[in-house]
């Protein structure tokens, strides 16, 4: 099967980061040093380029803040096709280049839903020319996101498909879902599935003492469990690869847990969503805060951020879910799920830093190396000769979510007027930069 | 036929039905494609009528539409003089519902001499085998057997090769669901021949290596070096069930066209048992092409089912005494 291709996207002369920290969880790097960037790729790395710039390279003082390699965001929707009025392509693009993310996989639930060959080529060409960033496509498992016929998953990974996915729904139909696995392993593809189950999930927040109070119909832990559950047996059977798109709950990681120590080839996804909030921050009916899976209990985020440091969840996504003001401006049960969230992703994530939940690199090992990993991607490592993608940030820097000056359509951020701590100076993909930071907020 | 090779059937063939090709010695396979062998030779030599079951009734008892095996057997059958009834059960009494074993016993106290039956389910030839006192011989149950299928496509094998032992046959596509596919892998083995199973895992059944057989879900690897390439008939309405996304994606990666047979061996002959998909399990070019022996087939499907009524019939009453 191709690999997805990954071509610098131009040439240019020698760029040099020094006088930064260097962070590259895939080979444990932490460390003062510099980085040189020629071609689009990276040609020499370390504390010998802390200080030294070579000569007739462009020099970027980083001034002892981070560089490390770009984010890959394995989990993004998108507005096209069928829905430019909440997001493009170039849009996204520019809210993931200012969140320090230089790949973007987009899901399949748009109008057409991606599960043919030529929506795949479609999403490539509008990406090659109006993206600032890396995009990557996964494909529908299942004609039209129905649940009930497999797609071409020979011919959608052939065509550049870099996993399979059933977008924000389930499968129900088990010998489906068996089937996709088993047929997915003859071309190692990777099934990534929303684990829900829609009988036991038809409530708009979590199940609970807060859904009570608000005379909300909640959804309980185990309408996500029970999927995962049925799932994991199935990737038994079949060996296939399998992902869970995003859990939400102690009881999942419990699933996935033991289903690793099978040695069964399984992973897991969280939102950084939920590993930030909960669910008292739906507070007065805040639609913001309404999602899928829905924001769980206190104790379920600090199980997720601890299951993120010690690596029993392998990836952070932001999930970005760009919804217009007519799906939020509704009463909370009518209300879209979703929240935008490329743009603070990073500094979402930093929050968990501060707090001392979770070490840097355990972090960017989350938001890096493990999805790179995991969707055969060469990117998400500071080497030589890896592509250049890379975000230079300053965990320190306070700063106040303004969502109107987010660059996403959809203004649909849980963050807005939150305070941070930490922002994004400058993102490079391919030895391109596609975003810098002028010191003041745009206006 | 002599007496004296009536008494050499009841010795090497001792077999009253032919439900199954598993278990089947290499001996008594030999000896029926012994005589088909001479079958095939005397119906493109002479093709006059032989008096072998002169006077004796056979059934062709269909409960599933055919319209190629049915006229097979037809054909054989009257080649060798039998009186021959075709009894289409879809749009018979079954339909009314009555049940099989009913048919079974309504049919029995016709006493008829040999009942050819295809059923739709697996085991129904052999539940009705129980309930009759005439031989009966599969043509087809389920996704279970269809052996006089795999003795008519090694008969072409060994016309053709010589031989079949030693050789490499690669059975590719619609595994799980083909009766053709599971006789052949038994007949295969017994005569010593190596047999690989290729096609996507969602048509593969459950632990196929215990089959006696190597098993590619790229057919592009395991075509390669193969002395026979038999393709199996993809049957469409899998496709609703999703065990395969669509027949471009099949065709894609399991069809064989002329890039994948470049693969085996520049003398390889290409096998299908009919009725064929053009385009979906088999390029046309290559359905039609000159390695192709797909019409051969069909031709030694008479000649078999003559060899298989013979040896059957040895055990008919009033014909085995004689010989004894």
């Not at chain 1, 996989?105 to 929506?119: C, F, G, S, W, Y």
């Not at chain 1, 007065?284 to 769980?296: G, I, N, Q, S």
């Amino acid at each position: 099967m191709r690999k997805p291709i990954e071509k610098p996207k131009s040439l240019g002369t020698a760029t040099v980061f020094i006088n930064a920290r260097l962070i590259d969880p895939a080979s444990n790097r932490d460390e003062p040093g510099g980085l040189l960037v020629k071609d689009g790729l990276i040609t020499d790395l370390g504390s010998h380029l802390r200080r030294n710039a070579p000569e007739g390279a462009n020099v970027i003082d980083c001034k002892g803040n981070v560089l490390a390699p770009g984010l890959i965001d394995a989990q993004v929707f998108t507005g096209e096709p069928g829905y430019e009025h909440r997001e493009t392509l170039k849009t996204a693009s520019h809210a993931a280049a200012a969140g320090g993310v230089t790949t973007i996989v987009v899901m399949p639930d748009t109008n057409p839903v991606i599960d043919q060959v030529a929506l795949v080529d479609f999403i490539q060409r509008r990406a090659r020319d109006n993206a600032l960033v890396h995009v990557q496509t996964m494909a529908a498992m299942t004609k039209g996101l129905q649940g009930e016929e497999m797609t071409e998953i020979g011919l959608l990974k052939r065509a550049g498909a870099i996993g399979f996915s059933n977008g924000k729904s389930s499968v129900v139909n088990t010998r489906v879902m068996r089937n996709v696995l088993s047929y997915a392993k003859d071309f190692n593809a990777l099934v990534v599935h929303h684990t829900e189950d829609p009988y036991l999930s038809s409530g708009s927040m979590n199940s609970g003492e807060v859904a009570s109070r608000l005379g909300l119909p909640g959804i309980s832990k185990i309408a996500e469990t029970i999927m995962l559950e049925r799932d994991v047996r199935l990737v038994e059977m079949t060996g296939g690869r399998y992902h869970a798109a995003t859990i939400s709950c102690q009881e999942s990681i419990d699933v996935i847990k033991n289903a690793k120590a099978k040695k069964l080839p399984v992973s897991c996804g969280v939102s950084i969503n939920h590993l930030t909030l909960n669910e008292n921050d739906i507070g007065p009916y805040r639609t913001f805060f309404k999602m899928r899976p829905p924001l769980r209990k206190e104790e379920d985020r600090v199980a997720m951020v601890q299951a993120v440091a010690n690596g029993d969840i392998d990836v952070i996504v932001s999930s970005h879910d760009p919804q217009d003001a007519d799906t939020k401006r509704r009463p909370f049960a009518e209300a879209a799920d979703g929240a935008v969230g490329l743009e603070t992703l990073l500094s979402a994530a930093l929050r968990l830093v501060h707090s001392g939940d979770i070490t840097l690199s355990a972090m960017l090992k989350a938001l890096t190396i493990n999805p790179a990993r995991l969707l055969g991607l060469h990117s998400g490592r500071l080497a030589k000769g890896a592509i250049a993608d890379l975000v230079l940030f300053d965990p320190g820097e306070p700063w106040v979510v303004n969502k109107d000056l987010l660059r996403s359509r959809s203004k649909n951020t849980p963050f807005d007027e939150a305070k941070m701590q930490g922002r994004v100076l400058r993102t490079m993909v391919a030895g391109q930069t596609v975003y810098e930071y002028a010191g003041v907020e745009r206006t | 036929m002599t007496s004296k090779s009536n008494t050499n059937a009841l010795k090497v063939f001792p077999r009253r039905h032919l439900l199954t090709c598993e278990g089947l010695s290499a001996n008594e396979i030999n000896f029926l494609l012994d005589l088909a062998d001479r079958n095939a030779d005397h119906i493109r030599n002479n093709g006059r009528k032989r008096d072998v079951l002169e006077g004796r009734t056979i059934i062709n008892l269909f409960f599933e539409s055919s319209t190629r095996t049915q006229a097979s057997f037809e054909m054989a059958g009257k080649r060798l003089s039998a009186d021959v009834m075709n009894m289409n059960v879809a749009t018979s009494s079954v339909t009314k519902g009555e049940t099989l074993i009913d048919t079974a016993v309504t049919l029995n106290a016709m006493r008829p001499d040999i009942i050819v039956v295809r059923h739709h389910a697996a085991g129904a030839v052999e539940l009705l085998s129980q309930k009759v006192d005439c031989s009966v011989i599969n043509a087809g149950d389920g996704a279970h057997q269809h052996p006089t299928q795999a003795l008519l496509d090694a008969l072409t094998i060994r016309r053709a090769k010589g031989r079949i032992a030693g050789l490499t046959v690669a059975i590719c596509g619609d595994i799980v669901h083909s009766r053709v596919a599971r006789s052949n892998i038994n007949v295969l083995n017994a005569l010593g021949a190596r047999v690989r199973l290729i096609g996507p895992t969602t048509l593969l059944p459950s632990s196929p290596e215990r089959l006696g057989c190597e098993v590619f879900t790229d057919m592009w690897k395991g075509i390669e070096g193969v002395d026979i390439v038999m393709m199996l008939r993809l049957q469409r309405e899998r496709m609703d069930a999703s065990y395969v996304p669509s027949t471009r994606e099949f065709f894609h990666f399991f069809g064989l066209d002329h890039e994948k047979l470049a693969r085996a061996k520049p003398d390889a002959l290409v096998m299908h048992p009919g009725p064929m998909n053009r385009g979906v399990e088999i390029a046309s070019t290559v359905a039609d092409h000159s390695k192709s022996v797909i019409r051969e087939q069909v031709e030694m499907g008479v000649a078999v089912r003559m060899a298989v009524l013979e040896a059957l019939s040895a055990h008919l009453p009033g014909f085995a005494e004689d010989a004894r």
